[in-house]
């Protein structure tokens, strides 16, 4: 199968995944095209520990892709459709926190990731998944976090 143009931007895709009682993980994709024919790749998974101590981010993602904050409903089976933006931020902040342990730490890099022009965002997502991401992403965590 080879992938073919279409008019649809890149865009991200959410879904959650059961955690214990009303908690859930999720799984960020990278997708490209619509109706059937979308091409998606998975890009980062995340425990459901890892997801609430990021909750607000999360939350403001959904919103600023026109979603309602009820659809991050734990049992929701169908994924939730992020826009380009709003899908690099939360990756970008899912990935650069994912290693802390620190709740400070933690609160620093997702305001630092927060306060990150749209363009700072793209340049920091692709420099942690291209050659040499690990390293991207602990320079990541030291600029905004001292980790």
């Known amino acids: 199968m080879t992938a073919t143009k279409t008019d649809t931007a890149r865009a991200f895709r959410l879904t959650l995944t059961p955690g214990r009682g009303d908690t859930y993980g999720l799984v960020i994709e990278e997708t490209y095209g619509d109706n059937g024919h979308t091409l998606a790749t998975k890009v980062l998974t995340t425990t459901a520990a890892q997801t609430g101590r990021v909750v607000d981010a999360v939350l403001t993602a959904v919103r600023t892709s026109g979603h309602s ?3 991050l409903a ?3 089976k169908r994924p939730i ?3 380009e933006a709003a899908g690099v931020r939360l990756t970008l902040t899912l990935m650069a926190t994912q290693p802390i342990t620190k709740h400070e ?3 620093a890099v997702v305001a630092g990731v927060n306060a990150m022009s749209v363009e700072e965002t793209y340049y920091w997502y692709a420099k942690c998944f291209g050659p040499g991401g690990g390293r991207a992403r602990k320079a990541l965590r030291v600029l905004l976090a001292d980790d």
């Open 105 to 107: 730490r933690i609160r």
């Open 69 to 71: 904050t009820t659809a």
């Open 81 to 83: 459709r992020l826009n």
């Open 74 to 76: 734990f049992n929701r």
